[in-house]
T-cell receptor, first 111, second 113 residues
Framework: RKEVEQDPGPFNVPEGATVAFNCTYS??????FFWYRQDCRKEPKLLMS???SGNEDGRFTAQLNRASQYISLLIRDSKLSDSATYLC????????????FGRGTSLIVHP | GAGVSQSPSNKVTEKGKDVELRCDPI?????LYWYRQSLGQGLEFLIY????????KSGLPSDRFSAERTGGSVSTLTIQRTQQEDSAVYLC???????????FGPGTRLLVL
């Protein structure tokens, strides 16, 4: 099992739709989690951190399920500008400082 | 303030040549990471610097790759005797402390002919 797995997609949705992505991780001791967004031919940028209690930022909601070892990202009322690749990042425990990036989920929002 | 900068933005080289890539992290950021991203692929960790500690080189794919970070700031990644499979985007990221939000530079697109 890969350390961090994401469905590569693409998820093709109309404007206004609600879409959700999951990211599973294999190390149950993982400490912290993030979602990054990467536009085509651009560098990744932080979208949001994922807190144990779940967190929301406008149309975006991130949740952590430690029991099942996955994090999720929910996007409501999708905009054309949400089209991008969404990378999950899982930080280790036990003295390692090397985060693991998922390969990303591609989202295409169409008119 | 200024973000992470990288130079050159694009580099085309011939197989067998050496290349040097530069990263200027955000001032005050102690952690610096180098990654490689091939077309349509995820980020591949290469090397990690933290303050004055010895770097974690566990991700370097071969001994042709090396990196240094001078004065806890600017970092250079050197690829010797480049091969075509080295063609990729090389991304640098810095964070205030390890494992916190990483700020990425725009990357260097390397093409080895």
């Amino acid at each position: 099992r890969k350390e961090v797995e994401q469905d590569p997609g693409p998820f093709n949705v109309p404007e206004g739709a609600t879409v959700a992505f999951n990211c599973t991780y294999s190390n149950s001791a993982s400490q912290s989690f993030f979602w990054y967004r990467q536009d085509c031919r651009k560098e990744p940028k932080l979208l949001m951190s994922v807190y144990s209690s779940g967190n929301e930022d406008g149309r975006f909601t991130a949740q952590l399920n430690r029991a099942s070892q996955y994090i999720s990202l929910l996007i409501r009322d999708s905009k054309l500008s949400d089209s991008a690749t969404y990378l999950c990042v899982v930080n280790p425990s036990g003295g390692s400082y090397i985060p693991t990036f998922g390969r990303g989920t591609s989202l295409i929002v169409h008119p | 303030g200024a973000g992470v900068s990288q130079s050159p933005s694009n580099k085309v080289t011939e197989k067998g040549k050496d290349v040097e890539l530069r990263c200027d992290p955000i001032s005050g950021h102690t952690a610096l990471y180098w990654y490689r991203q091939s077309l349509g692929q995820g980020l591949e960790f290469l090397i990690y610097f933290q303050g004055n500690s010895a770097p974690d080189k566990s991700g370097l794919p071969s001994d042709r790759f090396s990196a240094e970070r001078t004065g806890g700031s600017v970092s250079t990644l050197t690829i010797q005797r480049t091969q075509q499979e080295d063609s990729a985007v090389y991304l640098c990221a810095s964070s205030f402390i390890p494992l916190e939000t990483q700020y990425f530079g725009p990357g260097t697109r390397l093409l080895v002919l």
